[in-house]
């Protein structure tokens, strides 16, 4: 990996749930690269092990945790881990989220013609709120509210949220998804104004479309080269006129992370999506 940013994170320990992911996983690397000690959190526990195994050969520092970011048990053992490897967290990165197709809805806008044939928002049960909304609302809440305890006792510290195009306007289909990244972005502005005095930064990134696995079968019919409606109009909508990669959220993770170079840095939500949330239509 070539790091688009130098920033020296040695002597810090991150914590990077999600790291099992393509994007995570890769911002977790990039840490490692700069020096960093980083903890794997990921309930995939097959995805974090590969992943420590690739930064060791890489010849950085990483261990895999397994951790659900939505039990508070699980995350209290992953911090006792963390502690008992590296020591007290430096760097949380929350990226454990994602959309589920059982909090979605077939079509865009509704027709009474739809009820029975299709899923409309009358049938996403309370469980599939509750576990979309869940994963990437208090997915992000708890494992904050626990590695912060180790945070309050330094002197600088960061945290990075992963919001989403979805934190300024909501995408169709997903109701849940999107007004948990909605929030996502509130809690950010919210944990940055109450840490402010503590010296902990609190950022979140808001990546646009990218390519990966779980938003392959959005762009793409079953054939994998067919663009599907969607990804024709997220073209559309994005002045780039293409997908993003995950290694294009890297520099905004390693500037966010330099005390020297966003020193005054808080509560800001940066977007990396080609212009889309920028961009009207017209
Ligand atoms: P991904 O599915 O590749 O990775 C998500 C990881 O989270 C997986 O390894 C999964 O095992 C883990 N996970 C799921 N539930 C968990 C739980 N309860 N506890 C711990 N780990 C759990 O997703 P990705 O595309 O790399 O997305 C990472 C983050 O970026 C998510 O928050 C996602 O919402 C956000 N995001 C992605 C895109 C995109 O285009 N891919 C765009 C905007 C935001």
Redesign the pocket.
Known sequence: MNLPLKVDLNGKVAVV??A?????GSMALALALSGAKVAL????KA?VEKLAEEIKEAGGDAIPVV????EQQSIKDARQQVLDAYGPCDILIN????NNPRATTDSEIFHKDQLGKEKTFFDIGKEDLDFVFG??FT?TFLPTQEFAKDMILKEHSNIIN?A??NTYLPLTKIPAYAAA?EAVGNFTKWLATYFSDSGIRVNAIA????A????RPLFYEADGTTPTKRMNKILNGTPMKRLGESHELLGAILFLLSDEAASFVTGAIIPIDGGYTAYSGV
């Open positions: 749930t999600g099992g992911g393509i994007l995570c959190l990921d309930i995939n995805a951790c659900n970011v939505l990226g454990a989220g994602g994963l990437n997915g992963i989403s195009v990244k990546p646009g479309f990218l990966t696995h779980q938003t």
